[in-house]
């Protein structure tokens, strides 16, 4: 999918609007995201953190989460703001490539601005995806 540079531009505001939201005590690392759905909607999440560390949630994966439950199931784009340009962990690449390796994920500071831009493909190569699953 190609975007324009305004959709782009408007997933990285939506996505450092909602990092007030974040819930990051420990870390002081907030990060949003703005997912856009094939349908055009776009959801937002914020990553929220435990004092185990092992039950905190990434924005990334917020934002599907919150797509998915309710009902959708392709998307097109995601854009992450953080205060670094920092990059998706392994585990939301993980569950972006679940669902489309071709998604395009945009990183941007919390001056709006695009750092960089590439698919999930790039982001995780040879990807563990549902083709690569065979039932025994």
Request: one cysteine or more.
């Amino acid at each position: 999918m190609v975007l324009d540079q305004a959709t782009k531009l408007n997933l990285v505001k939506q996505a450092n609007e909602v990092r007030r939201f974040a819930y990051a005590p420990y870390s002081k690392y907030p990060v949003g995201a703005a997912l856009l759905t094939s349908t055009g909607k776009i959801y937002t999440g914020v990553n929220i953190e435990n004092i185990d560390f092992t039950d905190g949630i990434c924005a990334e994966r917020t934002a599907i989460f919150k797509a998915i439950s309710e009902g959708e199931r392709s998307f097109e784009a995601i854009a992450v703001v953080t205060n670094n340009g920092g990059t998706p962990c392994g585990s939301c690449r993980q569950v972006m490539a679940e669902f489309n390796l071709k998604m395009i994920v945009i990183m941007g500071s919390a001056d709006g601005e695009i750092l960089s831009e590439m698919t999930v493909e790039d982001l995780l190569p040879a990807a563990f995806d549902p083709g690569n699953y065979r039932l025994p």
